[in-house]
């Protein structure tokens, strides 16, 4: 399986965000990663629906919506409808608040399904892989942390992408397993050989002299 390369814009121009999307676009980004960020799971706020639905009017890469917000059922209707082609949560934001955690993120699941779209769940670097067996069946895609969400240009931390390597044995062939936080082209090497299927990167693409040479360097 070829590698899913999904640049992040969090590191974009959002002063010129059509142009930036444009340019990873024309040199083979296969996603668009769009971080958002509510100031309260996360200590940052970065954009929300109305700059997803402008994205979406640009551009017919598939939009990766990385959702860090406390309350993320709330917002899959918006977002599916602005035009997310994937949308991600939080295990850890639903455990904030739930009082049957496993119902209820099998009703997040099934409600991002429900809009015809990829279900995917991301786990925070401290949070042990094992809490994802009951879901990995059901999931289109798992996002590994391998910084603490919230900003980019972190560094990479290796023992979170070894979590790669639990989730690839317990599932399904097709679970797309994507990892996001200090990815280089060295860093994705590690997440590849680890079973990795989707690299996203922010920082590295997007302060390159060469972003060409960066996305393919991803690609190993
Ligand atoms: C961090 C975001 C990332 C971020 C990655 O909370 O989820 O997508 O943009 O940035 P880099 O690639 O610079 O670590
Ligand atoms: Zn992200």
């Given at each position: 399986m070829s590698i899913i390369i999904s640049p992040s814009i969090?590191?974009?121009?959002f002063a010129n965000l059509g142009q930036d999307i444009k340019t990873v676009e024309k040199y083979g980004a296969d996603w668009i990663h769009v971080d958002v960020m509510d100031?309260?799971?996360?200590p940052n706020i970065t954009i929300g629906v109305p700059v997803a639905a402008s994205i979406r009017k640009i551009t017919n890469s598939p939009l990766d919506v990385h959702l860090m917000i406390d309350n993320p059922y709330k917002f899959i209707e918006p977002f599916a409808k602005a035009g997310a082609d994937i949308i991600t949560f939080h295990y850890e934001a639903v455990k904030a608040y739930s009082m049957d955690l496993e119902r209820d993120i099998k009703d997040l699941i099934e409600k991002i399904k429900s809009f015809g779209i990829k279900a995917s769940i991301s786990i925070k670097p401290?949070?042990?892989?094992?809490?994802l067996q009951p879901y990995l069946n059901m999931l289109d895609m798992v996002l590994v942390m391998t910084?603490?969400?919230?900003?980019?240009?972190q560094k990479f931390m290796d023992e979170c992408a070894k979590k790669i390597k639990f989730i690839k044995q317990n599932a399904p062939q097709n679970l797309i397993i994507q990892v996001d936080g200090g990815i280089n082209s060295d860093t994705a090497k590690i997440c590849t050989s680890y079973g990795a299927t989707s690299l996203v990167a922010g920082s590295y693409i997007y302060k390159s002299d060469n972003i060409e040479q960066a996305i393919k360097s991803l690609r190993g």
């Amino acid at each position: 399986m070829s590698i899913i390369i999904s640049p992040s814009i969090l590191s974009a121009d959002f002063a010129n965000l059509g142009q930036d999307i444009k340019t990873v676009e024309k040199y083979g980004a296969d996603w668009i990663h769009v971080d958002v960020m509510d100031g309260h799971f996360v200590p940052n706020i970065t954009i929300g629906v109305p700059v997803a639905a402008s994205i979406r009017k640009i551009t017919n890469s598939p939009l990766d919506v990385h959702l860090m917000i406390d309350n993320p059922y709330k917002f899959i209707e918006p977002f599916a409808k602005a035009g997310a082609d994937i949308i991600t949560f939080h295990y850890e934001a639903v455990k904030a608040y739930s009082m049957d955690l496993e119902r209820d993120i099998k009703d997040l699941i099934e409600k991002i399904k429900s809009f015809g779209i990829k279900a995917s769940i991301s786990i925070k670097p401290k949070t042990d892989p094992q809490v994802l067996q009951p879901y990995l069946n059901m999931l289109d895609m798992v996002l590994v942390m391998t910084v603490e969400p919230g900003f980019g240009g972190q560094k990479f931390m290796d023992e979170c992408a070894k979590k790669i390597k639990f989730i690839k044995q317990n599932a399904p062939q097709n679970l797309i397993i994507q990892v996001d936080g200090g990815i280089n082209s060295d860093t994705a090497k590690i997440c590849t050989s680890y079973g990795a299927t989707s690299l996203v990167a922010g920082s590295y693409i997007y302060k390159s002299d060469n972003i060409e040479q960066a996305i393919k360097s991803l690609r190993g």
